[in-house]
Structure formats: C-alpha cells, structure tokens
C-alpha cells in the first residue's frame, strides 16, 4: 500500500519523459517508413525510447524525491529534472518541504479539576530533513498529528480549566515544545501551535457567567464603598477647617445659595439653624425680593406699537 503522505502520486511518467518517448517513437516509425531500419530494429528502438524516457524523473521546487536502488537508499535528487537507472532504481517518495497546517481536536477530554473540555488546536510544522523523515518514521504527517493529540490531552490533563481559558499561549508553548522534543529527531520542525477555540459545557457555560456577573457586582459595590468612604474623609477634613473659620462657612453656605438660585424655579430648603448663623434668611428674602420688582417692571412696561 502506498505511503498517503506522498507530495505526489509516483508514476512512471512525467510531461517532460512522455514527451521524449513521443519524440523518439515517432522518429523510429518515420525511418521504419522511409525504409532506413527494419521493423525489429524499430521496435528495438522503441524498447530503448521506453526505458530512456523512464528514467527522467522531475521533482518541483519545494520536494526532495527519496531514491532507492535495489532497496537501499541511495540519496535524495532534486528539486528539477534528474535521471534513474529504470528497473535498478526507484523513487519511494517525494517529500514536500514547504510548511504545513494540520487541525486537530481533543474532545471530551479531562482537566485536572476534572471538566470535560473539547479543544481545537492547529500545528504548522516543516521537513527540514528530507534523508530522516523517510528513514526514520513512515507516515510522518500522520505521526505529527497524532504526537499532537496526545500532547495536547496530556497537558489538558494536567491544568485546571481556569488556566485554559487564561494561559492559552502557555499552553500552546508547552505543546510546540513537546513536538520539538518528539519530532526533531524524524527531521521534523514544529514552528508554531495555537489554540483555536475551547468548548466547556453549556450548563458550566451558563454558571461560569453567573459567577462573572456576580463577580462584576461585587467589584462594583467595592468601587462605590470606596468611593463613599473618600467623599466622608473630605467632608471631615472640610468640616475640621470650617470649624475654626465660621465666616469661611458664612461663604461657603452663601456661594451655595447663590448657586441654587441661579436656576429658575428651583426650590431650595435650607435648614433653619443654617438660616440664623449665616443669615440667609435675609439674603434670601431680598433675593425673593429683587425677582419680583423684575417681573412687575415687565407687567407694566408698554408694549411695541404695531405698523399699519
């Protein structure tokens, strides 16, 4: 059965080598017709077209193509055009050193405080030895994802799902770091892993956000706890300066009742001791005052006569 990790499928023809057997045969049968050969010398022609064409092979840019002779690797040839021994010489495989991506999932898999989680991940690994990857491991596409997988549930294992979710490029760290370990020595690179999603059950899903949310409110009565207490440590601190400075606490209580009554009918209560130890009473009473002088002058002003 023919290894599925091959680049390309092997044949024993390539555009180039089927051209140059096309060529020669049609060369052999226009001498045969022009009677410059025989007929066995012909077909003894075409034989040799046969083997000579076989035995160009191709390779594309980014592949190494694994040679064989009689069974016993011979080297590696390519990338471009090269040349076997046919029947003596045979191309096992071509290697495609270009990086890769392969998608892997563990499903229902175990965390440390035992939540079963399914988690997709992705790995982008290279050959970067040709000569290893085909003496050293068979199927070698098929060995890096399942070397994944089982990292990756082993180190599902070993954390709580908290960390999951928080330290997911710790996690894929640790991953491409096992890869390296395992694959270098099959001339296998693993250049980067990265956690593409982590699926938790919907009922956990659902109690994780209450949790949240129950965590958001806590924060947020802590920020306004605090807050209350830093707006008491300044009324105290403005209390303790007002108390040695009546007159400044006449000023202030007047600043404010000015303020209040710049906005039109705005109602302002004001208690009355503040009334008999800043005399706003009376501060207020000509403020009354003054508005009303206002509105009767308006009442008994003339109105604009009209144009005919």
Same mark, same amino acid.
């Given at each position: 059965?023919?290894?599925?990790?091959?680049?390309?499928?092997?044949?024993?023809?390539?555009?180039?080598?089927?051209?140059?057997?096309?060529?020669?045969?049609?060369?052999?049968?226009?001498?045969?017709?022009?009677?410059?050969?025989?007929?066995?010398?012909?077909?003894?022609?075409?034989?040799?077209?046969?083997?000579?064409?076989?035995?160009?092979?191709?390779?594309?840019?980014?592949?190494?193509?694994?040679?064989?002779?009689?069974?016993?690797?011979?080297?590696?040839?390519?990338?471009?055009?090269?040349?076997?021994?046919?029947?003596?010489?045979?191309?096992?495989?071509?290697?495609?050193?270009?990086?890769?991506?392969?998608?892997?999932?563990?499903?229902?898999?175990?965390?440390?405080?035992?939540?079963?989680?399914?988690? /997709?991940? +992705?790995?982008?690994?290279?050959?970067? %030895? *040709?000569?290893?990857?085909?003496?050293?491991?068979? @199927?070698?596409? #098929? =060995?890096?994802?399942?070397?994944?997988?089982?990292?990756?549930?082993?180190?599902?294992?070993?954390?709580?799902?908290?960390?999951?979710?928080?330290?997911?490029?710790?996690?894929?760290?640790?991953?491409?770091?096992?890869?390296?370990?395992?694959?270098?020595?099959?001339?296998?690179?693993?250049?980067?892993?990265?956690?593409? /999603?982590? +699926?938790?059950?919907?009922?956990?899903? %659902? *109690?994780?956000?209450?949790?949240?949310?129950?965590? @958001?409110?806590? #924060? =947020?009565?802590?920020?306004?706890?605090?807050?209350?207490?830093?707006?008491?440590?300044?009324?105290?601190?403005?209390?303790?300066?007002?108390?040695?400075?009546?007159?400044?606490?006449?000023?202030?209580?007047?600043?404010?009742?000015?303020?209040?009554?710049?906005?039109?009918?705005?109602?302002?209560?004001?208690?009355?001791?503040?009334?008999?130890?800043?005399?706003?009473?009376?501060?207020?009473?000509?403020?009354?005052?003054?508005?009303?002088?206002?509105?009767? =002058?308006?009442?008994?002003?003339?109105?604009?006569?009209?144009?005919?």
């Amino acid at each position: 059965m023919r290894d599925q990790d091959l680049s390309k499928e092997i044949k024993w023809f390539n555009p180039f080598s089927a051209a140059v057997f096309i060529v020669l045969c049609a060369a052999c049968i226009i001498l045969y017709f022009l009677n410059y050969i025989h007929l066995y010398l012909a077909i003894a022609s075409g034989i040799i077209a046969l083997i000579l064409a076989s035995s160009i092979k191709i390779a594309d840019q980014w592949e190494k193509a694994v040679v064989l002779r009689l069974g016993k690797f011979i080297g590696l040839r390519g990338p471009g055009i090269f040349f076997i021994i046919p029947v003596v010489d045979q191309i096992d495989n071509y290697i495609d050193q270009r990086v890769r991506v392969t998608d892997f999932r563990a499903e229902k898999t175990l965390t440390k405080d035992t939540v079963p989680v399914n988690v /997709d991940a +992705v790995v982008y690994w290279t050959v970067w %030895d *040709a000569e290893k990857a085909a003496l050293e491991v068979r @199927r070698y596409a #098929k =060995a890096v994802t399942y070397m994944a997988l089982t990292g990756l549930r082993d180190i599902i294992g070993k954390h709580e799902l908290a960390d999951l979710l928080h330290d997911r490029e710790k996690i894929a760290d640790t991953l491409q770091k096992i890869l390296d370990e395992h694959t270098n020595p099959w001339g296998v690179s693993c250049q980067n892993v990265g956690i593409k /999603d982590i +699926v938790i059950p919907a009922s956990l899903s %659902d *109690a994780m956000s209450k949790q949240a949310q129950a965590e @958001r409110e806590r #924060k =947020a009565r802590i920020i306004l706890g605090t807050a209350e207490t830093e707006i008491s440590e300044k009324f105290a601190s403005a209390a303790e300066k007002y108390r040695d400075n009546p007159i400044a606490l006449q000023l202030r209580g007047m600043n404010m009742l000015f303020e209040g009554l710049k906005e039109k009918g705005s109602l302002i209560i004001v208690p009355s001791s503040a009334l008999e130890s800043m005399n706003l009473g009376a501060i207020g009473g000509l403020a009354a005052l003054s508005d009303q002088h206002a509105a009767t =002058a308006k009442r008994k002003a003339p109105a604009a006569p009209h144009a005919d």
